[in-house]
């Protein structure tokens, strides 16, 4: 996971770096709007580098859940970013549109876009690599921005195309204004997932499904009810209430349950799994959190 927030890192400095030289050169709205991305690609990839870090920090005494919440707050924070960039992008289509300039060098502005595509391309592939074995919020949404900014390298590069050789000088600005939309909708998306995180959501249903015929599996279990997932970061929290036949000793109803969150574990590594078990034929009374007993 580290390894990706300093591969992201590096990508971005690289990009700003030749953005800005071709913006200066073009004088391209659209190369502007992808430059301010890039920029605040920057700042969002070092911010993902310090919460990824402190999110891999294992739990102390002030912190027993972990510091996963460290990874959508991160998120969050790269959703302010984009969303900052297309505020500024759409007010200066805005303007050119009321005053459309040409732009100039347009050969230059389509060679630093191909580059900066293809180094997206190998970012966002090396992104979801990890993303698939961590299931890392943070970077996540990192990949899911630097995969816009795909789409977005694309439209430039047409936009610039559409200026230069058709002579359509309106295109520069139409393209800006389309990409800093583009960009509101991703913010949205990310902080969308922030939130929900933040907010302790529960699993998708395809999990929590996948996590009761898991515990069902084993035949001694009667029922399961109560299951209570959420996510915090790459740590994943299960909680869950399994029936059992009513004369089984304690000893033989822990070993049950032994096996129960052996075999939840082998599907979701280093969950943190809590099992109650219960008695089949005894009436419970549950007090959902921050309600009254039913």
């Known amino acids: 996971m580290r390894a990706a927030t300093i591969v992201a890192i590096a990508a971005a400095v690289i990009m700003v770096t030749i953005k800005g030289t071709a913006y200066v050169a ?63 992008v759409a007010v200066e289509a805005a303007s050119r549109a009321r005053s459309p300039t040409g732009v100039e060098q347009g050969e230059l502005g389509l060679a630093v876009m191909m580059v900066a595509t293809i180094i997206t391309i190998a970012l966002v592939t090396f992104q979801k690599f990890v993303v698939r074995k961590t299931g890392s919020l943070a970077i996540g949404a990192d990949s899911l921005h630097y995969t816009g900014d ?69 035949p001694n279990i009667k029922n399961v009810h109560e299951l209570r997932t959420r996510s915090s970061g790459v740590q994943a929290f299960i909680q869950m209430h399994i029936v059992l036949d009513k004369t089984l000793t304690l000893t033989e109803a ?41």
């Open 26 to 88: 073009t004088n391209s709205v659209a190369l502007l709007s992808s430059l301010a991305d890039s920029a605040l690609d920057l700042m969002a990839s070092g911010l993902n580098f310090f919460a990824v870090r402190h999110a891999l920090t294992p739990a102390d005494n002030e912190h027993r859940f972990g510091h996963g919440k460290a990874e959508p707050l991160s998120a969050l924070g790269q959703s302010a970013f984009i969303a900052g960039s297309a505020v500024l």
């Open 150 to 218: 795909i789409l977005m390298n694309l439209s430039v590069m047409a936009a610039i195309y559409a200026s230069t050789t058709l002579g359509l000088v309106w295109a520069d600005a139409a393209f800006g204004g389309g990409i800093a939309i583009f960009l509101l909708v991703n913010a949205g998306r990310i902080a969308y997932g922030a939130i929900g995180d933040l907010m302790d959501e529960e699993m998708p249903k395809s999990e929590r499904d996948k996590i009761v015929a898991i515990a069902r599996q084993n």
């Open 254 to 294: 822990h070993r049950i349950s032994d096996d129960v969150e052996d075999a939840l574990l082998a599907a979701y590594p280093g969950a943190d799994v809590i099992i109650h078990q219960d008695p089949e034929g005894v009436v419970e009374v549950h007090r959902p959190v921050g309600g009254a007993a039913h």
